[in-house]
């Protein structure tokens, strides 16, 4: 028997949707589902008397939606990680959950491997990503201020460096595509790669998805 569980709550103003999902973790040893609620109101309620890990948060939801929710989830609880789990897998569902602090967006038709694979993922990690979803976030970002400047974390980066950073992060591409894409050659694609690990303190690509995330960087360019 595992000492450590995964403490999970379900938010989804549909019944039949929560009870679906609760099925398919009755007999986990891994994972095991606190409480569930019809709305963010009810979670508040709940999240002062229990303690969990991971919140699976439905996004059409009447009164209170899953951005919102999900935004005072991270400003109240912070140490709580966000799933969004929804059937709208539409690319401006998924940035605006982004922007609201998920570590992960999974569709309903997700199978239990895939749904327990995320939720091992986010709880090792902090951050869970499918094929699909950073391409959907770096496809739709904004473009960056009139300076072409952004102060983040107390450093100042450059619209090419922004632009290294969404494709560094781009899980689909080998080097030889990012190198392309940027328009370098190998050794100065290498150079600017490890300059970037240090200035953000990063170390690596999945910390340097962390870090666009949480700062925000992933919304500031549009690649073309």
């Known amino acids: 028997m595992n000492i450590y569980i995964i403490k999970l709550a379900l938010v989804d103003d549909l019944k039949f949707s929560r009870d679906a999902t609760k099925l398919l973790f009755r007999n986990d040893h891994d994972i095991v589902i ?19 890990d991971q919140i699976l948060m439905d996004v059409r939801m009447p009164v209170m939606d899953g951005v919102e929710t999900t ?37 309903k ?39 072409g400047i952004f102060l983040i974390a107390g450093e100042l980066y450059s619209v090419e460096e922004i632009k290294l950073i969404n494709v560094l992060c781009d899980g689909k591409k080998s080097n030889l595509e990012m190198v392309k894409k940027l328009h370098f050659d190998i050794r100065t694609f290498e150079r600017h790669k490890h300059d970037i690990f240090i200035k953000t303190k990063t170390g690596d690509i999945q910390n340097l998805v962390k870090f666009a995330i949480q700062h925000q960087i992933i919304p500031l360019y549009t690649i073309k």
């Open 71 to 107: 935004l005072l989830v991270k400003k109240d609880f912070p140490a709580i990680k966000v799933i969004a789990y929804s059937v709208y897998c539409d690319p401006y569902t998924k940035i605006k959950m982004a922007e609201a602090g998920i570590s992960s967006f999974l569709g």
């Open 34 to 52: 606190e409480f569930d609620s019809d709305s963010g109101k009810d979670l508040f309620k709940k999240l002062e008397k229990f303690h969990i």
């Open 109 to 147: 038709d997700a199978g239990i491997m895939d749904i327990r694979k995320t939720i091992l993922e986010v709880d090792k990690n902090g951050v869970s990503f499918n094929d699909d979803f950073p391409k959907v976030l770096f496809d739709n970002l904004y473009k960056p201020n009139n300076k």
